[in-house]
T-cell receptor, first 112, second 111 residues
């Protein structure tokens, strides 16, 4: 049972444009959401997070939006840069649980 | 360098064998998590330890076991290995938050 879903395995975006990565979840007990970025041969690194009490969190070029009624979140990267090419994982936790549930990832390729 | 150290980086072994993966958490982190990433799969939670005690368990096979030692390093033991156990195994640590710091992983290949 995949509780966190990233339905797009891959995405290609022109450099300088906006990249939008999507994530859906099914567990209504999730109350904290995170995005991780992963380069080849490295572990995932934390990028940005959002609590369920907010609907938006911004950090530089990265913004995460949360739509609780739709159980959907998205990561916006603007402007996209070649160094943003990586696999992005959406993750969620809830009920004071420290365990993270991850999606299957979206491979983002920025085209110069 | 994330501060989380995993060894070895690569491991090739035969079916039926047993291996031990090691993880040293970031300094000061009491929680250690183990995740498995198989081909085209997300990160599947295996087990969490907090200050030496098992805190949470995921879909960890009975052939797999883990422990966290007094110095907080952790080991994941995989036995009676099967071809399907080939995967990337990640360790992460945290300080009572879900903002994990991951190691670079151990790539296990069972032949």
């Amino acid at each position: 049972d995949q509780q966190v879903k990233q339905n797009s395995p891959s995405l290609s975006v022109q450099e300088g444009r906006i990249s939008i990565l999507n994530c859906d979840y099914t567990n209504s007990m999730f109350d904290y959401f995170l995005w991780y970025k992963k380069y080849p041969a490295e572990g995932p690194t934390f990028l940005i997070s959002i609590s369920s009490i907010k609907d938006k969190n911004e950090d530089g070029r990265f913004t995460v939006f949360l739509n609780k009624s739709a159980k959907h979140l998205s990561l916006h990267i603007v402007p996209s840069q070649p160094g943003d090419s990586a696999v992005y994982f959406c993750a969620a936790s809830g009920s004071g649980n420290e365990k993270l549930t991850f999606g299957t990832g979206t491979r983002l390729t920025i085209i110069p | 360098d994330s501060g989380v150290t995993q060894t070895p980086k690569h491991l090739i072994t035969a079916t039926g064998q047993r291996v031990t993966l090691r993880c040293s958490p970031r300094s000061g982190d009491l929680s250690v998590y183990w995740y498995q990433q198989s081909l085209d799969q997300g990160l599947q939670f295996l087990i969490q330890y907090y200050n030496g005690e098992e805190r949470a368990k995921g879909n960890i096979l009975e052939r797999f076991s883990a422990q966290q030692f007094p110095d907080l390093h952790s080991e994941l033991n995989l036995s009676s290995l099967e071809l399907g156990d080939s995967a990337l195994y990640f360790c992460a640590s945290s300080r009572r938050t879900v903002e994990y710091t991951f190691g670079s992983g151990t790539r296990l290949t069972v032949v």
